[in-house]
């Protein structure tokens, strides 16, 4: 009763204000002006219910194979505030592929066609040899790994000088911030690759990808290995540099607390999933956040951990988890909407994109739970009600690394096309011995899922492709693969532009601006290269 009674008194508000407007709008209209005609009518923009934006509150069939509780901090219901995308009109790139879409548009420009890729700097961190349980994690960044791009306005700089946590005087005002697995964040001056401020402590190793506030002044962080203190999700406050809130979860379904998923704000509230089985609502203020609903499931008995990032549209979110599960929920509810089993473990972020009105959803699955052989199963879905608009199944090996076994298929988030490429999509697949190459470049079409080529990489290849366009709107990729090459392709023809060994292992995703992308490998270096 209290969500009809909320949406009631929201309905009768708007009515009596566009009676209103209505009514301002008559009035000036009919003014007198000397004896002649009558002025034209202001014309304003319709005001729309907030209502009337948000997607049914309804649940298909499919969603009740999940099992579900939503655990709320207090009686209320906490429906979203908007459903802006708080980061898709800003030029700087703050969170996992940049915005709620999770389609990467960061917007990278070119003056022509480009011919070659140069290192403008590199950062090295310094590696890290404490023997956690799973291992050695070193330096550098790992997957997902993309850094957040920030350029700050004079005022927020101001701030920063301050309260004196620059540590660059002739700070450029652009930044960028990237965690690494040696358990440090790092914040460098995007034009040199100096340091602007202090390394900070994160306490255990950071795998995933951070997200800044795009209102606040606060840094979310996701733990992904334990060090010495168990996992936990962290708001640092960069006002004052340091870490001011922890959240664990005793209470979650799965014992696995890593956050490697890289939150997002919507509607006014952070939502952040969890390797944990969760996801969670909170409302966020400078330095903190408190917990406002949590929602947990398990399908088929298990609760599955959730390594992706959740991409949204207005009050629908879709995630993948690593059993396979790709579930849609109502985020003012947070309940789910539809459910579809993908077949295998599934890490990889999904994509969303609107087309004539509808959201459709694009994923793709990894090759573990099958055996040493079986199907990427790469999908377009009807992000309204979980249908499957077309299904690509994509052959691919796991292959053992001396001991570690190597899963196929897609660990990378899938690309869609832009520019002469716009009914296109691509991902890196990591195809292992059901190839010639270790991993591939794949170029489908959006339309129907064919595949339109495929460009061998010398290794496989969990890093994200990138996107740039020259003055006539032609797609470029930027991307790199485990071995350490980095590509330049021609994105329409899959031909390779540039490609030369650069690092050990490129599995993290870059952030582009301009003409300039920036990824960590899996080592130590941070580079920043620009396309030419």
């Known amino acids: ?22 009514l301002t709008c008559s ?30 509150d309804t649940s298909y069939a499919s969603a009740g194979k999940v099992v579900f509780v939503v655990e709320k901090s207090d009686s209320l219901d906490h429906f979203l505030k908007d459903v802006d995308d708080r980061y898709a009109s800003d030029f700087s790139s703050f969170t996992f592929r940049r915005n709620m879409l999770r389609d990467a548009s960061f917007g990278g420009r070119l003056e022509h ?13 310094p590696e890290d040899n404490f023997n956690t349980r799973l291992g050695n994690w070193g330096g550098g960044t790992g997957w997902t790994g993309q850094p957040v791009y920030v350029r700050w306005k004079e005022d927020d700089i101001d701030k920063f000088r301050s309260a004196g946590v620059l540590a660059d005087s002739s700070f450029s005002g652009e930044e960028i911030i990237f965690t690494s697995l040696n358990a440090r964040a790092y914040f460098l001056d995007f034009n040199t690759g100096t340091r602007t401020r202090k390394d900070l402590n994160v306490l255990n190793t950071i795998k995933g990808s951070p997200s800044l506030d795009p209102e606040l002044k606060n840094l979310y962080i996701g733990q992904g290995v334990s ?20 959240f664990s ?10 956050f490697d998923s890289s939150p997002v704000v919507a509607g006014g509230y952070l939502i952040w999933p969890g390797e944990n089985g969760s996801i969670y609502k909170f409302e966020r203020e400078q330095g903190g956040l408190r917990l406002l609903e949590t929602l947990r499931y398990k399908v088929n008995g298990v ?11 207005r009050n629908y979110g879709w995630w993948q988890d690593n059993h396979g599960n790709i579930v849609c929920i109502n985020l003012n509810t947070m309940k789910p909407v539809w459910h579809l089993y993908n077949h295998d473990d599934s890490d990889g972020t999904v994509v969303c994109r609107l087309e004539e009105g509808v959201p459709y959803i694009f994923a793709a699955s990894e090759v573990d739970r099958q055996g040493m052989a079986g199907n990427c199963h790469f999908l377009k879905i009807n992000g309204l009600d979980g249908s499957i608009v077309w299904e690509q199944k994509i052959p691919c090996t796991r292959i053992d690394l001396g001991g570690k076994i190597l899963d196929g298929g897609v660990y990378s988030t899938p690309l869609l096309g832009g520019g002469n490429c716009s009914n296109m999509i691509f991902a890196n697949v990591c195809r292992n011995k059901s190839s010639k190459a270790k991993g ?7 339309t129907d899922g064919s595949v339109l ?5 010398h290794n496989f290849c969990w890093s994200s492709p990138v996107a740039f366009y020259d003055k006539e709107d032609n797609m470029y990729i930027f991307t790199g693969d485990g071995e350490g090459f980095i590509y330049l392709i021609d994105a329409k023809t899959g031909t390779v532009i540039h490609s030369r060994k650069v690092a050990y292992n490129f599995e993290s995703s870059p952030t582009v601006h301009g003409n300039a992308a920036v990824v960590g490998s899996r080592v130590n270096g941070i580079y920043k290269f620009v396309i030419k």
């Open 113 to 125: 066609r480009p011919d070659t890729v140069e290192i403008s700097w590199k950062f090295n961190t």
């Open 27 to 56: 009035c000036k209209g009919t003014s007198g002006n000397g004896g002649e005609s009558p002025a034209p009518a202001d014309t304003l923009e319709k005001v729309v219910p907030l209502e009337e934006l948000f997607l049914p």
């Open 453 to 457: 080529y495929s460009v061998p990489f």
């Open 303 to 313: 609760a599955p951990g959730i390594e992706s990032s959740i991409a949204i549209w």
């Open 227 to 246: 060090r010495s203190t168990p996992m936990c999700l962290l708001c640092v406050d960069l006002l004052k540099h340091q870490i001011t809130y922890r």
């Open 440 to 446: 591939e470049l794949m170029a489908l079409s959006t």
């Open 249 to 258: 979860d005793s209470k979650a379904w799965r014992n696995w607390g890593a």
């Open 1 to 22: 009763m209290k969500n009809y009674f909320f949406i009631a008194i929201k309905r009768a508000f708007y009515a009596v204000l566009s009676f209103v407007l209505i």
